[in-house]
């Protein structure tokens, strides 16, 4: 007769639901993408690891609606619940990009009730840039 394997990585070592839920977060990072097709809300904890996420395409909006300041305020708002949940009260906020949705997303994130201790643009922004191509010769 067969022996019967030990089962390794089972639930019965005292791990038990998902480690999500359980994790606290007390102050965190929001960082806001603002391109003009698209706004991409990212929520992390202070050591950059991600906590939830959010864009104007995953909440539902397509084409030309996702550049939108109301997609905007919808994503802030659809990624800030997730934490307010876990427990999140404090927060900084970096904003990257030139798009629409940029205030729209800040004021979602005034009115979720999270105490901001800065707002910061990040968006990159050239000290010189790139060599220009040869000009065309006729």
């Known amino acids: 007769m067969a022996k019967s394997l030990a089962r390794t990585g089972s639930r019965r070592d005292g791990r038990s639901g998902s480690r999500k839920s359980a994790r606290r977060i007390p102050k965190g990072v929001i960082h806001v993408q603002a391109s003009f097709n698209n706004t991409i809300v990212t929520v992390t904890d202070v050591r950059g690891r991600v906590i939830s996420w959010s864009s104007a395409g995953t909440c539902g909006f397509k084409g030309t609606r996702r550049g939108t300041p109301f997609a905007a305020q919808t994503a802030a708002g659809n990624a800030i619940r997730k934490v307010v949940d876990q427990g999140m009260q404090r927060a900084e906020v970096m904003i990257k990009g030139p798009g629409l949705g940029r205030d729209a997303a800040l004021r979602a994130i005034r009115r979720s009730g999270i ?8 968006t990159p922004m050239p000290h010189n840039g790139c060599r220009p191509p040869k000009k065309r010769r006729v």
């Open 115 to 122: 105490l901001l201790s800065f707002v910061r643009d990040v």
